[in-house]
């Protein structure tokens, strides 16, 4: 039976980041390290423990034998402001939050590892190529990047048009997103073709859309304008830095999944990070999705085949010797 619960830690940033553990006691295998899973823009944990006709992926990889954690950082889900800025950049999620996660996580696993495995969803895959190339001592071991960005080099034709106008796009009210998007999902879903770019309703169910939409949050004026000015550049700049080069000098397994037909994040940028990394001998690519059953970037996550085309190539992945 697979046991959930959840923690709250201080960030030491005016935050209180909420940590869910997923494990099932009688199938946990201690060896294996822990399974972080780092939610992206404008989303929390709730789809990763979620799925409307099967079990999300932390459950998933839970009963397979892993102990799974998932991090709600800075504005995210069950995170809880105690003080801190509203207006916070993606630096701050990346190597401030997620290094705080990371090193309670590991204080508080059953297992005996001292490191963990990472999987970025989305934009978390961006927090975990921001902690593993920029942070000291980055505790990771494995990465899997399901869907993210590192490098733009290519992105739909309406976000490469925000992208046209950081300070504009940065300015935008955003505010009460939940409701908008549990209202209007219905009806997009109705609409042939609209939804697309984002998920197929011919292999979702969409029926629960108060439920599917407990996943998403409101963003932060301060990381609009820095993606929109990173799809102009196409490298994202933090400072002096530029996280692609740091990347390029990573020598860490990396799994790469790819949503066949994703319209967020193209195929091209979510395989950027493969492309760079040519110092680590163990990468790897997964396709989901077919030409007759085609997958957009939601679908990674609640689509009816990511079981079998998404969390079992990961779980066998994580699970194969290093």
Known sequence: MIERQTVLVDNGHGWRLALHRWADPAALDRSRPPVVLVPGYAMNSFILGYHPRARGIAPY????????????????????RQGGARRYRLEDVGLVDL?????????????????????GCS??????????????????????????????????????LLSV????WGALPVRNLRPLARAGLPLAAKIPGLLHMYLHPAICDLSEPGELC??????????????????????????????????????HPLLTVVANADGVVPEDTVCSAHNVMTGSTNRRIVYAGTASTPMAHADLFISDPAPAAVFAPIAEWLAAPA
């Open 214 to 251: 407990r996943t998403v949050d409101d963003p932060s004026p301060t990381v609009n304008r820095q993606l929109a000015r990173w799809m102009a550049d196409g490298d994202l700049r933090l400072g002096t830095r530029n996280l692609t080069a740091a990347v390029s000098a990573l020598t």
């Open 61 to 80: 990889l839970a009963a397979r034998g892993f102990e799974v954690w998932a991090a709600d950082l800075r504005g995210q889900g069950g995170s809880q």
């Open 123 to 160: 934009l978390g895959a961006t927090y975990m190529f921001m902690h593993a190339a920029w942070w000291p001592e980055p505790h990771a071991r494995r990465l899997v990047n399901l869907g993210g960005p590192l490098r733009w080099t290519a992105a739909h034709p309406l976000l490469k």
């Open 165 to 168: 106008a950081p300070p504009l």
């Open 99 to 119: 290094s705080v996660a990371i090193n309670q996580i590991l204080g508080r696993t059953e297992t005996d590892a001292d490191a963990v495995d990472l999987i």
